[in-house]
């Protein structure tokens, strides 16, 4: 059984493959439309969601599949105290594959190892979230044709934002990238992101504080939200809170061809003036999010795709 706990669960080749199938089915979704028949994906959600959990369970509806699942952990028994390593081996009885979210780092890891499904990680604490990885990969590569020898600027919550700490790592498998980390002191990128993604392969990288002077050097731009609901105290949210905001006067000093990435949802950090700019690629985001999911299922599930008659995953 294959999971997808993070980025590099998958190799660089079957990355690749999982990005293209996802290319083709955006081009043309009908030769899909039933390769999931009689299978069922369990979303299990322990904290809350809106695109990944409704996307994950559009894209196997979308594949012929059925969903089932929670969204919220108070109406499961991890309420009444159950483990999810239990709940993951439960699972396996009533669904082919588990998508799971939840709030500590490591939980869909801790039930991976107990399911008899593969489980997809949908987003666990401040650590990974590779399926939107996926999504911001397939994002980029259709603005930018490439994923190689980029300046990316990540800004705002460093620290907490999963799916920068999941996009770092998957970036750095591309040659010539270099990487500006954008964020107040506090919020600066974990020491064991640098260590575990930039360190091995020598990745160029820079941290300031300084939006406006790196925007003109910029190729793509990652914005997040503070993450408040990762914060120990309220005090520290409320000082950081609103630390970056780019309207659309900031962003006349990018380049004109510079994509405007955030995984969403936001809060201040991108005003609604942004949203008519042509470089505001954050719909589309959620727009590739469905195909990304659907290559996800079919790849952990080893179906082939129909069209090239090849598995995204080696084995
Ligand atoms: N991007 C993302 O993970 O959004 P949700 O929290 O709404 O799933």
Same mark, same amino acid.
């Given at each position: ?9 998958? #190799? ?6 999982? *990005? ?29 969601? @809106?695109? @990944? ?6 894209? =196997? ?38 998508? =799971? ?11 991976? &190892? ?6 997809? %990680? ?18 980029? $590569?259709? $603005? ?21 700490? #999941?996009? @770092? ?8 990238? $270099? ?6 002191? /506090?919020? $600066? ?7 575990? #993604? *930039?360190?091995? @392969? ?18 793509? &731009? !990652? ?27 900031? &962003? ?31 719909? /589309?985001?959620?727009? %590739?999010?469905? !195909? ?20 995204? &995953? /080696?084995?």
């Amino acid at each position: 059984v294959r999971h997808f706990i993070e980025p590099n669960s998958f #190799s660089l080749d079957e990355q690749l493959r999982l *990005l293209n199938l996802a290319d083709r089915m955006e081009a043309d979704p009908a030769p899909y439309a039933h390769l999931c028949d009689g299978r069922i994906l369990a979303t299990l959600f322990y904290e809350p969601s @809106t695109r @990944t959990r409704l996307s994950f369970e559009s894209a =196997m509806l979308r594949l012929g599949g059925k969903t089932l699942g929670f969204a919220g952990a108070q109406l499961s028994s991890a309420s009444k105290g159950e483990t999810v390593e239990d709940t993951a081996r439960v699972v396996s009885n009533y669904a082919d594959v588990i998508a =799971m979210r939840h709030p500590k780092e490591g939980a869909p890891l801790r039930a991976s &190892l107990s399911a008899r499904v593969p489980v997809i %990680n949908a987003g666990d604490g401040g650590h990974a979230h590779p399926s939107q990885t996926m999504i911001d990969l397939m994002t980029i $590569r259709q $603005r930018k044709g490439r994923l190689d020898h980029l300046t990316i600027g990540f800004c705002g919550d460093l620290k907490f934002g999963r799916t920068v700490h #999941s996009l @770092t790592a998957a970036l750095s498998q591309f040659e010539g990238n $270099r990487f500006v980390f954008i964020s107040p002191e /506090d919020l $600066r990128l974990p020491q064991y992101v640098k260590a575990e #993604s *930039l360190a091995p @392969t020598h990745q160029v990288y820079k941290e300031t504080a300084d939006l406006e002077a790196e925007l003109p050097h910029l190729d793509v &731009l !990652y914005m997040t939200r503070i993450q408040q609901e990762r914060f120990f105290n309220e005090e520290e949210y409320l000082r950081l809170k609103g630390c970056y905001q780019l309207d659309e006067a900031l &962003l006349q000093k990018a380049p004109a061809d510079m994509p405007v990435l955030h995984p969403l949802p936001r809060i201040d950090e991108i005003k609604k003036d942004v949203d008519d700019d042509p470089r505001a690629a954050y719909f /589309d985001q959620v727009h %590739n999010g469905v !195909y990304i999911r659907m290559a996800i299922i079919l790849a952990v599930l080893g179906i082939p795709d129909p069209v090239t008659g090849k598995k995204v &995953l /080696d084995h």
